[in-house]
């Protein structure tokens, strides 16, 4: 063990005041938000590469119709 360890475990023993809770809370959360607009900011070019072309447009749904011979075939099978 370093001599660094030993006062790094003396710091997490130690009973802390609420300012110094606080501010480790504070600390924590500014890490997180940093770590997720890191994360946004490599995925976000990636994104519209796996985006289909379908989903952007407003008439989506007609495309996603299945054509009409299609449904003609299937009608004949049902009789």
Wanted: hydrophobic residues 40%.
């Amino acid at each position: 063990m370093m001599p660094y360890d030993t006062y790094r475990m003396y710091q997490v023993e130690r009973a802390k005041s609420p300012g110094e809770i606080q501010r480790s809370a504070e600390q924590a959360a500014r890490l997180a938000s940093a770590v997720a607009w890191l994360f946004r900011a490599v995925t976000r070019p990636a994104r519209p590469a796996r985006r289909p072309n379908w989903a952007a447009g407003p008439d989506s749904a007609s495309r996603l119709a299945a054509p009409a011979a299609c449904h003609r075939t299937m009608a004949g099978a049902r009789t």
